[in-house]
């Protein structure tokens, strides 16, 4: 991270490093919930508060390389699974992590349980190709420019 001859970081960078905090808050929450495990249980395997593990996931608190190490021992993933992704996202000091999933001054639909449950179930089907048809369904309807009773009228023929 470039300073300046004051030791303060650019203001760009300051964003940017923020965004790559809340990102990788994210995985964590991703991977938890993904698990079922309560942000309780999380902070209780890893000798920390709920609060803490909130603050973790929110991006309010940046996560140390050890207590990245420790999540991902605990959450048995590497610790490359909370950077996943992360080079595809464009990380410009205006650019928020929501902004490809809604609208300014909606809610995150990645903190909604229904898409927690949709992510669930998906990956509990254990046929890749199935899994992969799937998906392939569901950008097909969220692509097509027809009213949502059309579609289920056509699918009940």
């Keep these: 991270m470039a300073r300046r001859r004051n030791g303060a970081q650019a203001k760009d960078e300051v964003v940017a490093t923020a965004a790559v905090d809340q990102y990788v808050g994210s995985r964590i929450r991703l991977r938890r919930t993904l698990l079922g495990m309560t942000q309780t249980a999380l902070g209780q395997a890893v000798g920390l508060t709920f609060q803490q593990i909130q603050k973790y996931e929110k991006g ?9 190490w420790q999540f991902g021992a605990t959450l048995d993933v590497p610790v490359s699974f909370f950077f996943d992704g992360l080079a595809d996202q464009d990380y410009m000091p ?3 992590l929501e902004a490809d999933l809604c609208a300014p001054g909606e809610p995150d639909p990645m903190a909604r349980r229904e898409t927690l449950e949709l992510v669930r179930a998906y ?4 046929d ?3 899994r992969r048809r799937l ?5 097909a309807v969220a692509a097509a420019d027809v009213p949502a009773d059309a579609f ?6």
């Design 135 to 139: 998906l392939d369904l569901i950008r």
């Design 152 to 157: 289920l009228a056509a699918t009940d023929a």
């Design 60 to 68: 309010a608190n940046r996560v140390s390389a050890s207590r990245l």
């Design 123 to 126: 990956y509990r089907i254990e």
């Design 128 to 130: 890749r190709a199935l």
């Design 94 to 96: 205006d650019v928020t």
